[in-house]
């Protein structure tokens, strides 16, 4: 072979096996993209009725409603926990939080005394739970064991509160902030 079409070959060849690993590890991404979404196939899918304070379970093969779970007065927001082991359904005018098994749709238990919840978000590390309030304009703070949230710190807020949820930095800086001054006497 002459040298030019010697390095051709080689540039083809290295060119080839690139592409024939691409298209492997994309092959191997929808492969694993199925079974995950067969798998998921098995768990209901949760639609909100604000109006009729409960959720409709919905049959994720068929897309046919199974039941209605009750839940409170206007259930706004699902939240999936950060450990997948409850959906949280905030019902804002019930002052609760409904908790549902995301596999079998059955209630888990309802915690009350969350004035307005609205959006909900964990931290990371699943020690802290915040809830933003949507009539009545302020972010909550609990301190959370895995059962039962103990307010460490309210703060109102001149806006909406619930925006905050979709602003990273302002929920990063309003729990450290929480955290340095050690809120709630502990």
Not at 83 to 99: G, H, P, Q, R
Request: net charge positive.
């Amino acid at each position: 072979m002459e040298r030019a079409s010697l390095v051709h070959y080689r540039g083809l060849r290295k060119h080839l096996v690139i592409n024939f690993r691409s298209l492997w590890y994309g092959v191997i991404g929808v492969v694993l993209a199925l079974a995950g979404a067969a798998n998921a196939q098995n768990n209901p899918v949760f639609v909100l009725n604000s109006l009729d304070g409960n959720v409709s379970v919905i049959d994720p093969v068929s897309w046919v409603e199974k039941e209605r779970i009750p839940t409170g007065k206007e259930p706004h927001h699902l939240y999936l926990t950060p450990d997948e082991k409850s959906v949280i359904v905030a019902n804002a005018l019930s002052d609760s939080l409904t908790f549902i098994d995301p596999r079998t749709a059955k209630i888990q238990r309802t915690v009350t005394g969350i004035l307005d919840p609205y959006q909900l978000r964990f931290s990371p590390d699943m020690k802290w739970f915040v809830t933003a309030a949507n009539r009545l304009n302020h972010i909550d703070i609990y301190r959370w064991d895995g059962q039962t949230p103990t307010l460490a710190k309210r703060h109102c807020h001149r806006q909406n509160a619930q925006s905050f949820v979709d602003r990273p930095q302002e929920r990063h800086d309003l729990v450290h902030h929480a955290r340095q001054r050690r809120v709630g006497g502990h």
